[in-house]
């Protein structure tokens, strides 16, 4: 009977529902196990493989980038370098733009001497230097974080270190060898600082001081974390004295620097420059949101160091980077704070934006997942998130230094044609410079120069009866081989030629300059984009402008080579000439 009505009033006996909202047990294994996967550490290191995204397209954008040096490179190679082209020591120690660039300026040597310096062979360096540093980053994250927010951090600090915004030191090698070695070398010092090996991060310290002006800034982040350490006292004063020493070393060798424009000495424009510097990668090209989000880093940092979290010992390093990239802002900011309030956006100064962003990424996920536990683990795709707006602010960034080195081969061309002179100050003087190149078998002089025309180079002579004019557009019949020169911009003994050109179906494939009896002077680059010319001639592909350099001459023939090796001629003289 007992049993009977038992049955009767049990639910499950009966065949009825549960009266709660457990699911079932084949659904709970199997969310068991999905939530094992999550946190699997397996998981987590296919998600880092991300990372690797941001490195390969920088890694893709400078091995297609320009061969030729930027303009602190040749300085510092006539320095560094005697007649011969071997090395010389002492010229090492001479500071360039204020800065000392000791280890840089051996890369530059090792470049030219091995690779013909080739500026993409030393930005390719330059991109290891830089996935160096995301693994330093790496090693130094808490291990009790979950797997997948590890590796989401590792991910935003990848597209952070990469970010666009930052091409200049890239795919301008020379500046990214002296700023990224200098940041790598400090990250380094502070992990052997936080790991109490103080001897070794101090020596490392001190070969980032002499890679860049910025590393100084590495001293006092060696005093906070001596500080916070409860280190005994001279280790806490040590790095303050070396540093001023080698402040006091510095300011014996730096030159007397005029400023770059109307001085601003107020406490306004100070703060406003050092906030762009910090706020630089939250903005596409606006300096006033680069303040604003300085302001807000500034702020999170305060915010953390109120909580258990920002006092913990795990996360010292993190503060000292934190000091040290501030520091080194705060320096950027002083020194440059006469260039124009813009000026904490140039390209070349993200990387301390990013020094400031990463550990307040860092600290304020460790304190979330002391907040939400396991939870926390979701927030991978928020840090994910926080990397892809780093990455993708940039690319205004991007396409103006694209556009500003657009042009950069014409300087190659201008040293082979000799003229040297033609571009100032970009370029030492000539006669210094040309020697110490030939000498050393340097790019332009080496074999890997050419005009790109399959045969004729600089020096060759063409067929001036092979040639037939170019005519001009007419837009009643776009579909005809056309072109024109738009402009001529005289550079002191040389002149730049801009123009467009088409041979419609038949590509053209490569533009240069003759004199009156046919001899090459000058050449330049072509498929440049035009899209003025097609928006006026339909059907017409955007890639046909042209830019050419030769000696300025009113005898100059623009010739545009086509691939089936016809010869088209444009008068290389604007419209608006008067002749």
């Known amino acids: 009977m007992t049993d009977t009505v038992a049955r009767e009033t049990d639910p499950a006996a009966a065949g009825d529902p549960p009266d709660n909202d457990s699911v079932p047990a084949g659904t709970e294994s199997r969310l068991a196990r999905l939530r094992r996967q999550l946190t699997n550490t397996r998981l987590a290191r296919l998600l880092e493989v991300l990372a690797l995204l941001p490195m390969v397209t920088t890694l893709l954008e400078v091995t297609a980038g320009q061969r030729l040096q930027y303009t602190d490179y040749w300085y510092v190679l006539l320095r560094i370098t005697n007649p011969d082209g071997s090395l010389h020591i002492a010229g090492m120690r001479v500071l360039q733009n204020e800065h000392p660039l000791m280890l840089p300026s051996f890369l530059y040597w090792l470049d ?100 860049y002006g910025t590393a100084f800034a590495v001293w006092p982040a060696f005093a906070l974390m001596a500080t916070i350490n409860r280190e005994s006292w001279w280790k806490r004063l040590l790095p303050l004295g070396v540093g001023l020493i080698v402040v006091l070393s510095w300011l014996g060798l730096k030159p007397a620097v005029d400023p770059g424009g109307a001085p601003a000495n107020d406490l306004a424009s100070l703060l406003y420059t050092l906030l762009a510097v910090i706020g630089h990668l939250w903005t596409a090209d606006t300096a006033g949101v680069a303040v604003f989000a300085g302001v807000v880093v500034l702020g999170l940092y305060g915010w953390l160091a109120t909580t258990t979290v920002g006092r913990d010992r795990s996360m010292r390093f993190w503060w000292a980077l934190a000091c040290h990239a501030f520091v080194a802002s705060a320096m950027i900011a002083a020194a440059r704070i006469d260039f124009g309030a813009d000026f904490g956006l140039s390209s070349r100064y993200t990387s301390l934006s ?95 120069f050419t005009l790109g025309c399959g045969g004729p180079e600089l020096g060759s002579t063409l067929d001036m009866n092979a040639m037939t004019p170019l005519p001009p557009a007419d837009e009643r019949n776009p579909r005809q081989p056309a072109g024109s020169v738009d402009d001529v911009e005289n550079k002191n003994d040389g002149a730049v030629i801009r123009g467009w050109a088409t041979g419609v179906d038949d590509p053209v494939r490569c533009a240069v300059v003759v004199d009156a009896n046919g001899k090459i002077t000058g050449g330049g680059l072509t498929h440049l984009s035009r899209r003025d010319v097609t928006a006026r001639l339909s059907g017409i592909s955007a890639d046909v402008g042209f830019s050419v350099i030769a000696p300025a001459s009113a005898a100059n023939r623009v010739v545009i080579i086509l691939e089936s090796g016809s010869m088209r001629w444009i008068s290389a003289e604007a419209p608006d000439s008067g002749k």
């Not at 301008?172 to 990250?187: E, K, Q």
């Not at 993708?392 to 500003?404: C, K, V």
């Not at 040293?415 to 006669?431: F, I, M, V």
Request: contains cysteine; hydrophobic residues 55%; positive net charge.
């Open 112 to 211: 030219a001497r091995f690779a013909g310096g080739d500026n993409r062979i030393l930005g390719v360096l330059v991109v290891i230097i830089a996935a160096v540093t995301v693994l330093l980053l790496r090693t130094a994250l808490p291990k009790t974080l979950p797997p997948p927010l590890r590796a989401g951090i590792v991910v935003a600090a990848s597209a952070l270190v990469f970010s666009p915004h930052g091409l200049h030191n890239f795919v301008r090698a020379m500046s990214g060898s002296a700023w990224l070695t200098a940041n790598l070398l400090v990250i380094g010092a502070l992990l052997l600082a936080y790991h109490r090996k103080w001897w070794l991060a101090w020596a490392l310290g001190l070969l980032a001081c002499m890679s």
């Open 354 to 448: 990013v020094l400031m962003a990463v550990p307040a990424v860092v600290l304020l996920m460790v304190w979330a997942h002391r907040v939400l536990g396991e939870r926390a683990q979701k927030l991978a795709i928020g840090v994910l998130a926080i990397g892809l707006l780093g990455y993708t602010l940039g690319s205004p960034a991007a396409a103006t230094i694209r556009s500003q080195n657009s042009e950069h081969q014409l300087e190659a061309i201008a040293l082979r044609a000799g003229l040297g002179d033609a571009y100032g100050a970009t370029l030492p003087p000539a006669k210094a410079l040309v020697p110490r190149l030939e000498a050393m078998g340097h790019y332009p002089f080496s074999d890997a």
